[in-house]
């Protein structure tokens, strides 16, 4: 029994998908149950439970062989401040996976784009966290992917686009970043969980290309035929944002933060290296015309046209 934290998210729903077709026994844990039914139909044990509570992470590592985390809070503030569910929700999970006798240990962390990210409670405490984990007796993999292409590439901007809906871009949008789809991440976990070789290793997993904002707008605009309307968001008064928000809301804060970084950071990755050893990863280009597809209720790798994107 493979455990999925965060089995709901793009990255766990994809590996959920790949073990159970590979006829994997999958438990997904998730804080409400209704979010995982399509992964239940799909023949998953759903567990309800949350890192908050450590109690619940004690029931849903019982009888698992292997623990795999894919689950974590930005936005949230107070008990679902990065700090409890990134920080000591993670440290508690650990302590329950040894407890249950669940040694493979499979974790998602994020990739390292240097000081100025350190700066951030995001990515400091996932550090903070594959420290501890680090500890722990357990066969651990870390994993450190670059951005999701659902999350930063179609969330915030190809879902705007192709919805008709104007994309807010932090600053000019011409930094060149990585972006990496869910899925190549999920085949690089499948993978970790099948080769004891990977126990100790820490793998960064980033995507074929560096693109930046604007870039992926125009991606968007040629495969949807649509044409963007886009609105650039000046960092300076972003940045002031992120100072004002932050005793308040310290998870907007972090978010705006992140966007920041993304826009005058060094974010570009090379997956020259993870590519010899897993294959090739998703292109965004795929990625998008997926995207694309699905917007306009066409079959996958049907071209489709300004009109039939609703
Ligand atoms: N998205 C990115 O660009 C990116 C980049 C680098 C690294 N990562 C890392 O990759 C992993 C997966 O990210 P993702 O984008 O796939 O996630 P996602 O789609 O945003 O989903 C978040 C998941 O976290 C779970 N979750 C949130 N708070 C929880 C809590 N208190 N207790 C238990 N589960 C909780 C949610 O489950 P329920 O809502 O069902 O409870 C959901 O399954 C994370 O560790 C993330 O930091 C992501």
Do not use: W
Request: hydrophobic share 50%.
């Amino acid at each position: 029994m493979i455990l999925i934290v965060g089995g709901t998210g793009s990255l766990g729903g994809a590996l959920a998908r790949r073990l159970l077709a590979a006829g994997a026994r999958v438990r997904v844990l998730t804080r409400v149950e209704a979010r995982a039914a399509p992964l239940a139909a799909l023949g998953a044990e759903v567990v309800v439970g949350d890192l908050t509570d450590a109690p619940s992470l004690l029931r849903a590592c019982t009888g698992a062989e292997a623990v795999v985390t894919a689950a974590h809070s930005l936005f949230g503030r107070g008990r679902r401040s990065s700090a409890h569910v990134d920080g000591a929700g993670h440290r508690a999970l650990a302590a329950a996976a040894e407890a249950a006798g669940a040694r493979r240990f499979v974790h998602t962390s994020a990739y390292d784009y240097g000081p100025a990210a350190a700066r951030i409670p995001f990515f400091r405490i996932k550090r903070e966290t594959e420290a501890h984990l680090r500890t722990r007796r357990l066969a651990l993999t870390v994993l450190r992917p670059t951005a999701f292409m659902e999350s930063h590439a179609h969330l915030l901007i190809g879902a705007p686009i192709l919805a008709g809906r104007t994309v807010p871009l932090f600053g000019r949008g011409e930094n060149p970043r990585n972006f990496v789809a869910a899925d190549t991440v999920a085949a690089v976990a499948q993978r970790v969980l099948e080769d004891p070789a990977t126990i100790g290793e820490t793998i960064d997993v980033a995507g074929p290309h560096n693109l930046t904002h604007l870039e992926v707008v125009r991606l968007y605009e040629r495969l949807s035929g649509r044409v963007a309307r886009v609105r650039h968001l000046p960092l300076g008064v972003l940045a002031a944002a992120a100072a004002v928000l932050r005793p308040l809301h310290p998870g907007i804060s972090q978010v705006i933060r992140l966007g920041i970084l993304a826009d005058n950071g060094d974010q570009r990755a090379d997956a020259s290296a993870l590519e010899a050893r897993f294959g090739p990863g998703t292109t965004l280009e795929a990625f998008v015309a997926a995207r694309v597809a699905d917007a306009s209720g066409a079959a996958p790798g049907t071209p489709a046209t300004a009109g039939a994107v609703a």
